[in-house]
């Protein structure tokens, strides 16, 4: 059975709020470089790598304040129906796993970016919670929501979360330029080449990751801040000892 979302724009405007809260509280700050967003109004599907409980969190961060987009993701039934909330804020889903379901879910997909201005869909193309750098597999649901709206870009969306000798971990987004569906691309040939494409976005921001361990900064590459978190430990206690013979100088 299909699973319909039932957005309200005000619940989703305070969920944003909440989770852009949450994302200062416990990052050290969020990083993104790549290339733009496709720009205009007509939909845009966007396939992420899923290797965080985060990941919800920061692409309605992504969609709802960077982008401003209207966005809309894919979630597993069970957790649907046990998180109903889910489907105010733009998630639907399918209650089984099965052809049927299946085929109604890439429609209801397809129908729901084309009724609307500037709509996203963001899915985990992974279908389940893995390791960071586990093997990437694509199941074939974004490649079967692809060939339902033909001309949607597909952009690839590489996430990673670092811990760079902090208190708190940063957030690093990288962003690829988009593809579109083959007219005569079958859905396997589809769903290989956007794994092979988020692939590649993944290494290249592992990449840079590594040469900010060998002292590069993320800057380097193209990577700006665009939320700043709450100040770690370590920053206050060098800001501490830097304001320190200051504060001696004035006492003497």
């Not at 490649?143 to 708190?168: D, I, N, T």
């Not at 080449?193 to 040469?211: K, N, P, V």
Request: hydrophobic fraction near 45%; include cysteine.
């Amino acid at each position: 059975m299909l699973l319909e979302a039932r957005k309200r724009p005000t619940l989703e405007h305070v969920y944003a709020h909440y989770g852009r809260r949450l994302l200062r509280r416990n990052f050290a700050r969020v990083w993104l470089a790549g290339e733009p967003w496709p720009a205009g109004d007509a939909p845009t599907i966007a396939f992420l790598n899923h290797s965080a409980w985060w990941d919800p969190i920061v692409t309605l961060f992504l969609s709802h304040d960077l982008f401003r987009r209207d966005g809309y993701g894919i979630m597993q039934g069970a957790q649907l129906r046990r998180y109903p909330f889910f489907r105010r804020i733009g998630c639907f889903g399918a209650s089984e796993e099965n052809f049927e379901d299946a085929r109604a879910l890439s429609l209801y997909a397809g129908r729901l970016l084309r009724e609307g201005a500037r709509r996203t869909l963001w899915i985990f193309p992974q279908g389940e919670l893995l390791p960071p750098r586990a093997p990437l597999a694509f199941r074939s649901g974004v490649a079967r929501v692809a060939r339902a709206v033909p001309g949607a870009p597909l952009v690839p969306v590489a996430v990673r979360y670092e811990f760079r000798g902090e208190q708190r971990a940063e957030a690093f987004v990288r962003v690829g330029a988009s593809l579109v569906c083959g007219a005569r691309e079958s859905t396997r040939q589809l769903t290989r080449r956007l794994e092979h494409r988020l692939r590649q976005e993944l290494a290249l921001l592992d990449e840079h990751l590594a040469r900010a361990a060998r002292g590069a900064t993320p800057a380097d590459a193209g990577y700006h801040v665009v939320l700043e978190g709450a100040r770690s430990l370590s920053a206050l206690y060098d800001r501490t000892l830097a304001l320190l013979p200051q504060v001696l100088t004035r006492r003497a």
